[in-house]
């Protein structure tokens, strides 16, 4: 079985971000780039089915040149393969999931593994969107997983605690933080990623539906004050809260 993984290319979270003198898009001076931890967690899942079934992992990501570093990294942890649709990595989230939809459709691939949310937009939709496309099922921020034949038996995170579900193949599972702890890629497995080659394929991508037309940080907070500390501050706390912070 071919097993689907898909990893984007993102901007490290610890990296300090400006905005461009256009006011659209990053400046990326500077900036350092990984593959999404949340893919890092879909790439081990992707990993283990294979141990477990049998198969191969491909991994995929539409992106530029940049993308392959991610994509070098998939591979050293494990993946058979890589494939890089040659696209604009700031497409907007539903002309992104029609090229991967059409790419896992090329591939036959009825299992597909992804991070539940991408860290640099934050949009967590894209394999909900991938599997209305395909008509897959879909289990979103799945933190357990396995798999007997074509039945998938999974625990995801609701809010306010964890739901048990199964369902079938042919399936879209995004990963979620304690789904798994992602293995480090051995030096053989480096050594053998930089042999292997990435496969490109240039792909016709319609124009994004959503358009930015500006991009800011957050104005800054208000220093703090404190106005005591000890009981005898409560009324001064209170009047403060009240007349000038107005939250009650």
Known sequence: MKIVVCVNHVPDTATKISISSDQKTIDTTGVTYVLNPY????????????????????????????????????????ADSAVLLKGNSSLDSIVTANALATEIISQDSKLVFMGKQSVDYDSSIMGQLVASLLDYNIVS????????????????EIEGGKESIETSLPAIVTAQKGLNEPRYASLKGIMTAKRKTIE????????????????????????????GEDASAVPELVHLLKEEAKII
């Not at 893919?39 to 141990?51: C, R, V, Y």
Request: hydrophobic content about 40%; cysteine-free.
């Open 200 to 227: 490109e394929k240039d792909i016709e991508i319609s124009e994004s539906h959503v358009v930015v037309n500006i991009m800011k940080k957050p104005e800054e907070k208000a220093a703090g004050k404190i106005v």
């Open 141 to 156: 921020n799945a933190t357990s997983f396995s798999i007997d034949g074509d039945k998938i038996i999974a625990e995801r």
């Open 39 to 78: 893919d890092e967690i879909a790439i081990e899942e992707a990993l283990k089915t294979k141990e477990a079934i049998g198969g191969e992992v491909i991994a995929l990501s539409l992106g530029n040149d940049s993308n392959k570093e991610s994509l070098r990294k998939a591979l050293a942890m494990g």
